[in-house]
C-alpha cells in the first residue's frame, strides 16, 4: 500500500497560501473559512474551520503534509483583547492539533512569526535562542502554539516544522486593512489618504520578498530524510529598513508622494527587528534572493495591472 502524499494547506485563501498553492503538487486539500476561486489544478477547497473535525479526518489520511497558514489576529488587532486570542486562535489550534495525534504520518509546516515573538532585543539580528519576549497578545499566541507543536510531537512522533518569518510582501498582497504595510501605503497613495504612523516612523522591519520564502517552501515539502522533532528557523531578509525609509523607497518606485500622520506609539509594537538566519541557511542552503528596492518595484507592477485599475474603475 502506498504511503499518501497529499498537502493539506489551512488558511489557502490568505496572500501566502494563494502564492504557494499554484507550486504545490497534487492532490492539495485547502481548508478556509473564506471561499476559494481560481483553484489549481489538482486542489480541491473546504469553507470550514481549521478544527472542522468530520472534514479533518476525512482529509487527514491521505495527506503527507499540512502546511498552517491560518490566523485570524495581528497584534493590533487582539491589542487589549487576550480572550479574542485565545478563542480565535488558541483554543481552534488544540483542537486541531489533539485530531492531529491521530495522523502520526503527517508532517506539520507551522508559519509562527519572526517580527513579534522576540520582543524589542536590541539593534542586533536575532538568532532562534533569542529569549522571547511578547509585547502583544497575538505574539504571546504565537509562542504558545509553539510550545504545543513541541509537545505535540512529543506525545505523537512527527517532523515539524516551525517558521518565524518576517514581513511578507511582493505581486498578489491586495489592501487589507489591518494586513500588510506595503499594501497599505499603494492603497493610500492611490486615494491621497495620510498613512496613521504610530511613533516617529523609526520602527525598524526585515522585509521578505514571497517568491523567496516560497521557494523555501518547496524546498522543504522535498526533504523526505526529516527527523522527528521540532525545528525552529527565522526566515527573513537579514536586513532592516524604518518605516519611513520604507515610504521614501515607494515614492522613489512610483514616483508619487507618502503622506504621513505621526501619532503616540503603540505598546504592541517591537521597535527594531531584524532576523539572523544563519540556522536555515546552515541546514538547507537558503537565503533570500530579492532586495527591497527590486521586489517593491515587481510589486508595484503588479499593482498598476491588477489592483490600481481596479480602483480606478
Given at each position: ?124 539580528a536575532v ?109 527573513g531578509a ?12 515607494l515614492e ?62
Open positions: 500500500m502506498s504511503e499518501p502524499n497529499g498537502i493539506l494547506v489551512l488558511g489557502g485563501s490568505g496572500f501566502v497560501g494563494q502564492c504557494l498553492l499554484p507550486h504545490l503538487p497534487p492532490p492539495v486539500y485547502v481548508i478556509s473559512r473564506q471561499k476559494l476561486s481560481n483553484l489549481p489544478v489538482g486542489a480541491q477547497a473546504f469553507q470550514v474551520g481549521l478544527d472542522d473535525v468530520p472534514t479533518l479526518k476525512k482529509i487527514l489520511p491521505e495527506c503527507r503534509w499540512l502546511i498552517h497558514l491560518a490566523s485570524d489576529s495581528t497584534p493590533g488587532v487582539s491589542a487589549g483583547k487576550p480572550l479574542f486570542e485565545a478563542e480565535h486562535n488558541l483554543v481552534p489550534n488544540l483542537r486541531l492539533f489533539e485530531l492531529l495525534q491521530d495522523y502520526p504520518h503527517v508532517k506539520l509546516l507551522y508559519l509562527s512569526s519572526g517580527g513579534a515573538v522576540y520582543g524589542n532585543p536590541g539593534d542586533v538568532p532562534e535562542y533569542t529569549p522571547l519576549h511578547p509585547l502583544s497578545y497575538y505574539a504571546a499566541g504565537k509562542i504558545a502554539l509553539e510550545a504545543f507543536i513541541t509537545a505535540l510531537v512529543q506525545q505523537s512522533p512527527r517532523p515539524a516544522v516551525i517558521l518565524r518569518p518576517s514581513n511578507f510582501y511582493g505581486p498578489g498582497q491586495a489592501y487589507r486593512p489591518g494586513f500588510g504595510v506595503i499594501p497599505t501605503i499603494l492603497q493610500y497613495q492611490q486615494q491621497g489618504k495620510p498613512l496613521h504612523i504610530w511613533g516617529d516612523g523609526e520602527n525598524v522591519r526585515d522585509y521578505l520578498f514571497i517568491e523567496d520564502f516560497i521557494q523555501l517552501c518547496l524546498l522543504l515539502l522535498r526533504q523526505n530524510e526529516l527527523e522527528t522533532g521540532s525545528e525552529i528557523y527565522n526566515v537579514g536586513y532592516g529598513y524604518s518605516l519611513n525609509q520604507l515610504c521614501g523607497l522613489q518606485v512610483t514616483g508619487q508622494s507618502v503622506l504621513r500622520e505621526y501619532h503616540p506609539a503603540r505598546t504592541v509594537d517591537v521597535r527594531y527587528i531584524i532576523l539572523d538566519t544563519a540556522r536555515i541557511q546552515s541546514a538547507y542552503g537558503w537565503q533570500a534572493q530579492t532586495a527591497l528596492a527590486d521586489g517593491l518595484m515587481r510589486t508595484w507592477r503588479w499593482w498598476l495591472n491588477h489592483v490600481k485599475n481596479q480602483w480606478e474603475q
